[in-house]
């Protein structure tokens, strides 16, 4: 934006007020964001300390499928198979202590089981099915419902 803004002031684009507008939201965005990263690590720490959330450890068994998934599954960003592995790896681990009910929230759709039309993604949907995970694209885990009966269909 900054090389914009230089750009359309030398051409006649961009005036003088708009030149110091532009810098000054991008001066407090910036300032914005470093003040928030230098809070991350409080934050992370603050929310693995809260009620009902449970820090994961990444482990070999995690990382070896996530090494097998990123190349079974075409299409996902790059931090993509490390999660799904951990999903699935805990969920089949939670399904074999005996735990039926297994959602996970996928807000940004690279590991939906369904692409952006609404249709099947049939090898997600096929990982999601064998660990007894329901997909749910927001917080409250009711959208999509899943179906009556889902998750005591697969016994460990």
């Not at 992370?44 to 450890?57: D, K, Q």
Request: aromatic share 8%; charged share 30%.
């Amino acid at each position: 934006m900054r090389k914009y803004v230089q750009w359309g002031l030398a051409d006649g684009r961009v005036t003088q007020e708009e030149d110091a507008t532009v810098r000054r939201i991008l001066d407090q965005m910036e300032n914005a964001v470093r003040t928030d990263l230098a809070r991350i690590d409080e934050s992370i720490r603050n929310l693995a300390g809260s009620t009902g959330v449970e820090v994961v450890p990444y482990d070999d068994e995690m990382m070896r499928r996530a090494f097998d998934l990123g190349f079974s599954i075409p299409d996902v960003g790059p931090h993509d198979p490390a999660i799904l592995a951990t999903v699935l790896v805990r969920a089949e681990r939670l399904l074999a202590n005996g735990t039926r009910d297994l959602y996970f929230c996928e807000l940004d759709g690279d590991l939906q089981p369904w692409d952006k039309n609404g249709n099947p993604r049939t090898r997600l949907t096929e990982l999601y099915d064998s660990a007894n995970v329901w997909v749910c694209n927001d917080y409250l885990l009711e959208n999509p419902p899943a179906p009556e009966g889902w998750h005591n269909r697969k016994r460990a």
